[in-house]
Nanobody, 123 residues
Framework: QVQLVESGGGLVQAGGSLRLSCAAS????????MSWYRQVPGNLRELVAA???????NYADSVKGRSTISRDNAKNTVYLQMNSLKPEDTAVYYC?????????????????WGQGTQVTVSS
């Protein structure tokens, strides 16, 4: 019912920039927090940045000052602008959204994940 589709990953040299996008589609009542996570093989998935429905943001210390999360509520899309990329930013980046859907007996809010997009930063 709800799909998150990421785009914008790729290969970039250290110091370069990338802009990730994640669009939500399907049938839902609202989207609450939207976030970006990343994961390196063998490691836990870690939060990179999050944005509330009202626009409040928070960032991991590792990307603070180099990345900007934003969202377009009309398009149900969240973005992650990453600048001054470092090799240690290499990971699969996942979009996450808390989405409220209508149920027969009320509503339900659940977290949904995208399929991931690879970001590779070469030194």
């Amino acid at each position: 019912q709800v799909q998150l589709v990421e785009s914008g990953g790729g290969l970039v040299q250290a110091g370069g920039s990338l802009r990730l996008s994640c669009a939500a589609s399907g049938t839902f009542l609202s989207i609450d927090d939207m976030s970006w996570y990343r994961q390196v093989p063998g490691n836990l998935r870690e939060l990179v940045a999050a944005i509330s429905s009202g626009g409040s943001t928070n960032y991991a210390d590792s990307v603070k000052g180099r990345s900007t999360i934003s969202r377009d509520n009309a398009k149900n899309t969240v973005y992650l602008q990453m600048n001054s990329l470092k090799p240690e930013d290499t990971a699969v980046y996942y979009c996450n959204a808390r989405v409220t859907i209508a149920r027969i007996m009320g509503v339900r809010t659940s977290a949904y994940w995208g399929q991931g997009t690879q970001v590779t930063v070469s030194s």
